[in-house]
């Protein structure tokens, strides 16, 4: 449960009050405030000097941070300053507020335990929320140091001891968990570059696709569903973060972002790609007219069942897969496509007015998952290239400090708003069963590379002008060199 205690400065608004106005604009503090004090608009917290805002994350006897300042502190100070350098100043802020009620009267020590409480409660939303902060030797050591100072506050019964072992173990467990963690399911594919050799060693007869495994377009959205969970489950709001650490390193510091590999992120973008190119192969590496036909009606099937249950990214995807040059050329099967499906799905996936239309598709989502009964209802899985253009865009056009030297606040609310939801939707459990045969094959079927493509698609339909003439005869080339 979260502390309840009497607030003595402003309270954080919720995410969405925030940003009435522009990120950019400069705040500029009143006259009776010292240029690094917290500057407030309308009561919401929009900048101040990084000192104010580490002293205004430090509980006191009168006063506890709400967790959504807490979480968005937490989450944008790494470009500020690193974790372990963060922790060292907590510790010392402690420390002073430690000192000051030991040497107070008796009814002051007597609220050291209270004290002692709010500051593991902050240690224990620490740990939980970023537990990759404490990675390294330099933050466990701080850690320690403030967990040593604060049983001090309760030596007696020994209560602030046991409840800072606990707290200590479940993040050692979790540390040990990601580090052990590795995408087992993303495997390296060997993209089969030569078709004409596949054909003829395995007759189409005997070749296993996608509708011999699962015919059913919802439950391959189900799947597909599952395996975009797993996957968003490793990634973790520090790690999003990283794309801001990535592109500067302010004022010199060596933040985490700045050698650490975003593994997760990259493999989830590989996962994207793998399931774009599965989509084309499955497509093109049908020889008759009439089942590719049927194969591309399956796929859109798919992608709309997606977009039914929530799951945006994998839709993307295989539209992706679908818009593919080799696949989109086939004019003859998609003559006999029933295309009227596809064109709603391509109008949610419309680029123009900045994704206008996907946008607001993901809203209504959003909107559903905040007041759903179940957890089928609660999944929004986004398209995540455009979420992480998002935060992009957000930190190139917006100052990380104002002209007064204040850090811009204002900024940091909305980029941590926009990886708040991605963090609460990915915590959804998954509530479809899990098909094990299904989620191998698509993890672990071959895909044609793009060349492989191609003469897949050109083998299917030939070529029917002289650009795609002369790129056929450049790949029929190719193909009896390498014989």
């Known amino acids: 449960m979260f502390l309840e205690t009497r607030e003595t400065m402003p309270q954080t608004p919720i995410f969405s009050s925030m940003l009435s106005s522009s990120c950019s604009g400069q705040v500029q503090p009143d006259m009776g405030e010292r240029c690094g004090d917290p500057v407030y608009q309308d009561g919401n917290l929009v900048s101040g000097s990084l000192e104010a805002l580490i002293e205004r994350l430090v509980p006191t006897m009168d006063y506890y941070p709400d967790r959504t300042y807490i979480f968005t502190f937490l989450l944008s100070s790494r470009i500020f300053i690193h974790p372990y350098e963060l922790l060292a100043k907590v510790g010392q802020i402690c420390i002073k507020q430690k000192q000051q009620l030991e040497i107070g009267s008796e009814a002051e020590k007597a609220k050291l335990k209270s004290f002692a409480a709010k500051i593991i409660q902050l240690l224990k939303e620490w740990t939980e929320t970023f537990p990759y902060d404490f990675q390294d030797e330099k933050s466990m050591k701080e850690l320690k140091e403030i967990a040593h100072r604060i049983t001090q506050c309760d030596e007696e019964n020994g209560t602030v001891k046991k409840i800072i072992s606990q707290m200590t173990q479940n993040l050692l467990m979790t ?28 007759p189409q007869s005997t070749q296993k696709d996608i509708l011999s495994v699962c015919c059913d377009p919802l439950i391959l959205a189900q799947q597909l569903t599952h395996i975009e969970l797993e996957r968003v489950s490793n990634i973790y709001a520090e790690d999003l973060m990283q794309i801001v650490s990535h592109m500067d390193s302010l004022d010199n510091h060596k933040c985490r972002g700045d050698v650490t590999k975003t593994y997760t992120l990259e493999a989830y973008d590989n996962w994207f790609n793998c399931l774009s190119m599965l989509v084309a192969t499955e497509i093109c590496r049908v020889v008759k007219k009439k089942q590719r036909t049927r194969m591309v009606e399956f796929f859109i099937d798919v992608a709309r069942e997606c977009f039914n249950i929530g799951n945006f990214n994998s839709m993307m995807a295989i539209i992706s897969g679908m818009n593919l040059s080799p696949v989109a050329r086939l004019k003859k099967t998609w003559s006999k496509v029933k295309t009227a499906k596809f064109d709603v799905l391509e109008h949610h996936m419309d680029p123009s007015s900045n994704f206008c239309n996907y946008r607001t598709a993901l809203q209504g989502a959003a909107q559903r998952s905040q007041t759903a009964n179940s957890n089928r209802e609660k999944i929004v899985i986004p398209v995540f290239n455009l979420f992480i253009k998002d935060i992009y865009f957000l930190h190139k056009i917006h100052t990380n400090r104002l002209p007064n030297g204040q850090i811009n606040f204002k900024k940091f609310w909305e980029i941590s708003r926009q990886i708040h939801d991605f963090v609460t939707w990915k915590q959804v459990e998954c509530p479809f069963e899990k098909d094990r045969k299904i989620q191998s094959y698509l993890l672990t079927a071959p895909i044609y590379s793009e060349e492989a493509l191609f003469i897949a698609s050109f083998e299917s339909e030939g070529p029917e002008n002289h650009m795609e003439k002369d790129s056929w005869k450049t790949l029929r080339t190719t193909l009896l060199n390498r014989a």
């Open 175 to 202: 540390l040990s968990a990601r580090s052990q963690y590795q995408e087992i399911k993303e495997k390296f594919r060997q993209p089969v570059t030569d078709k004409g050799t596949i054909l003829k060693n395995k």
